[in-house]
């Protein structure tokens, strides 16, 4: 299992070393730039032009505060890898309780490799964080089945918050 999570957290970075410019992807998506316009200046851009984008906080203040303490670039390194990192480790919990660990890497690698995912993932929308939402709520919820007592109910607790960031961005 050790090796399984050496290779999941070193494979986005074999990604990153074999195209340095995937995390920056986007480009003619005019979305991606208005979600890094919320990330850098929040503030103005609800002055300017309030609505529903900068309502989806769950996404936003991620983002926001990544991008505040790293800066832009490396803030942005770190908000994607993050949400590969939590997509990947959700997948591989829940695959690996219902089928063995080898078929959790698989398909956690599977996924981390996956073309659509690391578009996803290159650029500043809500959709990279969506799907580390949705796979973080369904692990805490498979994790719940087998937890008894007080853990039961946090960890329901804990899916339903996750599952509302999912609702909610």
Do not use: K
Not at 11 to 26: A, D, E, H, M, S
Not at 72 to 80: E, I, N, P, Q, S
Not at 132 to 150: E, N, T
């Amino acid at each position: 299992s050790r090796v399984y999570s050496a290779v999941l957290l070193a494979t986005p970075l074999l990604v990153f070393l074999l195209n340095r410019n995937w995390p920056f992807g986007g480009f003619g998506d005019y979305d991606a730039f208005y979600y890094l316009g919320l990330f850098l200046h929040y503030r103005h851009y609800q002055l300017l032009r309030s609505g529903y984008p900068g309502e989806r906080l769950a996404g936003i203040l991620p983002g926001y505060a990544l991008l505040h303490t790293f800066g832009a670039v490396y803030g942005t390194l770190a908000l994607h890898w993050l949400c590969i990192y939590a997509s990947s480790f959700s997948l591989f919990s829940i695959v690996r309780r219902f089928s063995g660990a080898r078929a959790g890497f698989l398909a956690a690698f599977a996924l981390t490799i996956h073309p659509y995912f690391l578009a996803a993932n290159a650029m500043d929308y809500v959709m990279g964080g969506c799907i580390a939402y949705c796979l973080i709520a369904f692990a805490l919820l498979v994790r719940s089945a087998s937890a008894r007592g007080a853990a039961r109910w946090i960890l329901l607790f804990l899916a339903g918050i996750s599952w509302a960031a999912v609702l909610y961005t």
